[in-house]
């Protein structure tokens, strides 16, 4: 057939708009991008999608490729991280929806334990504040109370504090391995006992360290080998190599798992079951997860992971060393959290959103984390996390340096104030607002409304990535985003990230 435009032009203009990226290759992304450092993983990756591209994983009986691969990946995972063969598993399309999944099914089961109707009851979802802001987006769904449980200033909750928190109404507890902000171990082993005798199941939010803790020398027990522990998340396109769309929930009980499913024959179509929240489903990234599994099997994961945790001790080392910084808590696996040494004199102190926007002058990009106000009135200070993959330990002799570059161009510099940024005055009357985002309780900020609070604070949506990749210096943007009400910075973050994708003129 005629083309509107050939394939050649289209591709050369899709290859223009990837240059302007932030790279995804080489460990200049300290967040979001997993290399391992292998690109013939890359490749064979690619095949796999390919091979896929086609099929629609809604029915795994009409493609039983589909079946097959996800057979293997739940059976590949399930052994790696101590399921025995009482547990049964789903491949999702990432770390959220895992989430979301092991959240619906404690809320179904805690209903029907109770012989409570769906929307009759809200039962508590207990976890540390540390815990992945996906539970958050559970709860919110699907209809949970929140209760988060305060963590020291090492990024560790205490046992006793999660356990005292246990209760009848609580359908779910969550806890992490690691958590992402800091890279805290949760005690998994005494949150589990206790849970179990009081029969609350728990969920072991393994998104990121499912695939490279098997691989860490001297941890307590954090898996599914912990009796009580009830279902557990991990992601394949995190430290699985994957491109992204693909992770797997695995659940303990296949009775207790069938309640993850949607099934309906109650339309005048084909009868639906879906075992996670989409419809179709690509094969894409579980051909490309099974691929990978199958190249690099235990023995790869460990050689990778080996490689990772090298980089993450050698970069720990290096940050320590560098005057006005520290490292936050015990960090347990391929990631790490770096504040203010606040030991040291102010004019040795470094700011970690600074240094992060240094770094990036110097080609690494950091990702700042905001300070947090706790329920018990502590403050867990604002921080820059560190992702370290496989490739990194290849770079080191390039990063470290610059880490210490940037740290002295803004030592002694403190934190932009953010009273300086926003203007008391255009706030006023938008702090009644107390929800998150789209369910005030106050007056709703209005599109427009909201674009002229983020043009004050310099952020125009339509001027987005125009001058390289990101949204510009992090240091201001996150002290606005503390300083702000959070359902007053969560409605301004919605509208730049809705404008962002709007048609431009
Ligand atoms: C990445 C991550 C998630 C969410 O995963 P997505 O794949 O980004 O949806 C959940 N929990 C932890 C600990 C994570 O690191």
Known sequence: MKLTTPPDVVLDRLDALRAQDAPTHGGHVLSYVYDSGEPELDELAAAAVRAMQPVNGLDPTTFGSVAALERDLVAFTRDLLGGDGTVV???????TESCLLAVKTARDAWLAARGLAPGSARPRLVLPTTAHAAFQKAAHYFGLELDPVPVGQDGAVAADD?????????????????????????????????????????????????????????????????????????????YGYAPKGVSVLLQRGRDRQRGQYFATTRWPGYPVVNPTLLGSRSGGPLAAAWAITQALGRDGFA??????????????????????????????????????????????????????????AHGWVLQAQPAFAQADGTTLPHTTHLTVTPVTEQVLDELVPALRAAADTVRGEPRPEAAALLDPASLTGLTGLTEPSGAPD????????????????????????????????????????????????????????????????
């Open 303 to 360: 050689e990778l992971a080996g490689r990772a945790r090298r980089a993450t001790l050698a970069l720990r080392q290096a940050i320590e060393e560098i005057d006005g910084l520290r490292v936050v808590g015990d960090p347990v696996g391929p990631l790490l959290a770096v504040a203010t040494d606040d030991d040291v004199a102010p004019h040795r102190r470094v700011d970690p959103h600074r240094w992060a926007d240094a770094t990036t």
């Open 442 to 505: 106050g007056a709703p900020i209005d599109s427009d409304t909201a674009a002229g609070l983020l043009a004050a604070i310099g952020l125009d949506a339509s001027r987005i990535g125009e001058d390289g990749p990101g949204v510009g210096a992090m240091a201001p943007l996150l002290a606005a985003v503390e300083a702000l009400p959070a359902p007053v910075a969560e409605r301004l973050l919605v509208e730049l990230l809705a404008r962002l994708v709007e048609p431009r003129p």
């Open 162 to 238: 999660l356990v005292a928190r246990l209760g009848d109404d609580v359908a779910l507890a969550v806890v992490s391995a690691p958590a992402y902000p800091h890279a805290a171990l949760d005690p998994v082993a005494d949150v589990a006992s206790a849970a179990a005798a009081h029969g609350v199941p728990v969920h072991v939010d393994a998104c990121i360290g499912g695939m490279a803790l098997p691989f860490w020398p001297d941890l307590p027990a954090w898996d599914l080998r912990v009796p009580g522990v009830t279902s557990l998340s991990v992601d394949l396109h995190k």
């Open 89 to 95: 598993g789903t491949v999702t399309s990432g770390g």
